[in-house]
């Protein structure tokens, strides 16, 4: 580490507590697409995306454009107090997209908590009912309530109890874990049985695709029979795209790799390329449930927030980032799995679009291939209940000789671990 980054290091650890921890002991000085500079001049490929905010990648022309022409009209007024059209505009787009059945009315808020309290808020309105029901390994946010709907103790919940009642927590359906879909569907029943009555529940949240718990796909069959659960008890499925939405599986939403829809969706992140903007679309009725003022927020639909979310959704349709995210995911998971073949380190892989992961049987593996993937230009992330699994965010405008780049890299990175690790049990 260099003298000026050491120096950084120890500012920060004076100025910040250490519940704020970050990855890198390196700093962001420039970002442009797919690339990150620090302030000395070094460059990584970066395939973590800001957790998932950049399908878009960094400072998208079209985006400075927008929110640069914005700027001289207007930066904030608060939505609820002086309304803008330009709000309404977006609502209307997302509302003509959003995989909901019959006609959708949206809200805006600006982080993904933000979108998923107020959902489960929403629902409560319109049920007249207080429970929760959440799955096991899910991420959902980390203030109270969305803390207490994530399926994850160690680092989110820790310290910070006792959580809010009636939240209770499914299993989730994993082939690598053993979890059936048969067995998921029973622990609904065990909680009906033993914690709540199903005539109690507002609303079920999931993700269609995990993010932090290791991007486990709900099967179809299992998305199918939750909505049928649902509907048999009057009971709203949520679903959080927060970490899925916007081109990022080869749909513009999960839920569209579905046949059934559900009745409210959270979204965030890469919704307006990286500036804070969320939201929570839904069926008219249901969304209408709460009173006036019983949405919104100072900063809820920011205007500068909503004009680069005008922008994002001209990009994945004007450079069909949809289509863009099926091919590159392909690719990527074609890669891995032939690694897979010669490897008895990887436990599984799993691809989605361009919501692919890696999992391996050993956290230090993972951890290990974070490490010398960044030693060598990469940026990774990791997830999953043990953080064995690396998941890759690249932007999806990234260019085609860039990602092959970032592919070797990754393959010789993979070969040197993979060495590593049949070394060490030799050894042993």
């Keep these: 580490m260099s003298e000026q980054n050491i120096l950084m ?8 507590p250490r519940g704020t921890g970050t990855l890198c002991d390196w700093y962001v000085a420039r970002a442009e697409n797919a690339t990150l500079w620090d302030n000395e001049g070094n460059s990584w490929i970066d395939f973590a995306g800001g957790i998932a905010v ?3 990648g960094h400072r998208h022309p079209r985006i400075e454009q927008a929110v640069a022409h914005q700027l001289t009209k207007f930066t904030h007024t608060a939505f609820q107090i002086t309304p803008y059209e330009s709000y309404i505009a977006l609502a209307e787009r997302i509302n003509q997209r959003v995989p909901v059945a019959g006609q959708a009315k949206t809200a805006f808020f600006t982080t993904g908590a933000e979108a998923v309290e107020n959902a489960v808020k929403i629902a ?8 929760v029901i959440a799955f096991g390994n899910a991420f959902h946010g980390r203030t109270l309530m969305t803390m207490a709907m994530t399926g994850k103790v160690a680092p989110y919940k820790r310290d910070f109890g006792p959580m809010p009642a009636s939240v209770f927590h499914a299993r989730y359906p994993s082939a690598v874990q053993g979890i059936t879909i048969d067995a998921a569907l029973a622990s609904l029943d065990a909680l009906f049985t033993q914690d709540i009555a199903p005539q109690d529940v507002a609303a079920i949240v999931l993700e269609p695709v995990q993010g932090e718990g290791g991007f486990h796909a709900a099967p179809v069959e299992f998305m199918v029979r939750l909505r049928e659960l649902a509907d048999r008890y009057g009971i709203l499925l949520i679903a959080d795209e927060v970490q899925s939405g916007f081109a990022r599986t080869g749909k513009l939403f999960a839920m569209e790799h579905y046949p059934v829809q559900a009745d409210l969706i959270t979204m965030a992140k890469s919704l307006a390329g990286g500036l804070p903007l969320s939201a929570v679309s839904g069926r008219s009725e249901v969304m209408d449930a709460p009173g006036p003022g019983g949405l919104g927020g100072t900063y809820a639909g920011n205007p500068l927030a909503i004009a680069a979310a005008h922008a994002v959704l001209d990009v994945i349709d004007e450079e069909q980032l949809c289509a863009r995210a099926a091919e590159l995911g392909g690719r990527l998971e074609s890669e891995l799995q032939a690694f897979r073949k010669q490897c008895p380190a990887i436990a599984d892989v799993r691809a989605l679009g361009s919501m692919v992961a890696v999992e391996f049987t050993e956290t230090a593996t993972a951890q290990a291939v974070q490490k010398k993937a960044m030693e060598n230009g990469l940026l990774l992330l990791t997830c999953g209940a043990k953080g064995n699994v690396i998941r890759f965010l690249y932007p999806l405008t990234i260019p085609d000789q860039q990602f092959r780049q970032a592919l070797d890299i990754l393959t010789s990175v993979l070969n040197h671990c993979a060495a590593d690790v049949e ?6």
């Design 9 to 16: 290091q120890q500012r920060k650890a004076q100025a910040l």
């Design 54 to 56: 950049l399908n878009t």
């Design 124 to 131: 409560r309105a319109y049920t007249r009912r207080p429970g």
């Design 423 to 428: 070394k060490n049990v030799v050894t042993a």
